[in-house]
């Protein structure tokens, strides 16, 4: 993928989902799949919430890690933090660099009202070089 920039020069993209389109009905931090990008060190991911339930937040960061494990020398590191969702929809634009071979986004509904907790969310973007 990629697409001409305005100079003529070709800018070397890969559309790229982190977190496919979901709905989660629990409270607590759940971990994405870890996604190989190879040599694509820098990231344009926007997270969107469609839905979420009145009174609570949702949370989301990118981690990275050199192994995909996060063993040893390959453990998860945080790369960028999207700001707390606290209405019944949002979204946010991130870019950030500094990554290593695989990424994945951590997700924390938190029920703030005491009722129970309903998020939807993605996270989907492009990758470059």
Same mark, same amino acid.
């Given at each position: 993928?990629?697409?001409?920039?305005?100079?003529?020069?070709?800018?070397?993209?890969?559309?790229?989902?982190?977190?496919?389109?979901?709905?989660?009905?629990?409270?607590?931090?759940?971990?994405?799949?870890?996604?190989?990008?190879? $040599?694509?060190?820098?990231?344009?991911?926007?997270?969107?919430?469609?839905?979420?339930?009145?009174?609570?937040?949702? $949370?989301?960061?990118?981690?990275?890690?050199? $192994?995909?494990?996060?063993?040893?020398?390959?453990?998860?590191? $945080?790369?960028?933090?999207?700001?707390?969702?606290?209405?019944?929809?949002?979204?946010?634009?991130?870019?950030?660099?500094?990554?290593?071979?695989?990424?994945?986004?951590?997700?924390?509904?938190?029920?703030?009202?005491?009722?129970?907790?309903?998020?939807?969310?993605?996270?989907?973007?492009?990758?470059?070089?």
């Amino acid at each position: 993928m990629g697409y001409t920039k305005a100079n003529g020069q070709w800018a070397d993209t890969l559309d790229i989902t982190v977190y496919p389109a979901t709905t989660l009905v629990a409270a607590g931090a759940v971990n994405g799949s870890a996604i190989e990008i190879g $040599d694509r060190a820098a990231a344009c991911l926007e997270l969107v919430c469609t839905d979420l339930t009145a009174s609570d937040t949702l $949370d989301a960061k990118i981690q990275t890690s050199k $192994d995909g494990i996060g063993s040893g020398l390959g453990v998860w590191r $945080d790369v960028a933090s999207f700001t707390q969702i606290t209405a019944t929809t949002g979204s946010e634009r991130k870019s950030f660099s500094g990554l290593d071979r695989f990424i994945r986004a951590v997700v924390t509904p938190t029920d703030v009202g005491g009722g129970g907790v309903s998020a939807t969310l993605s996270i989907v973007g492009e990758l470059k070089r």
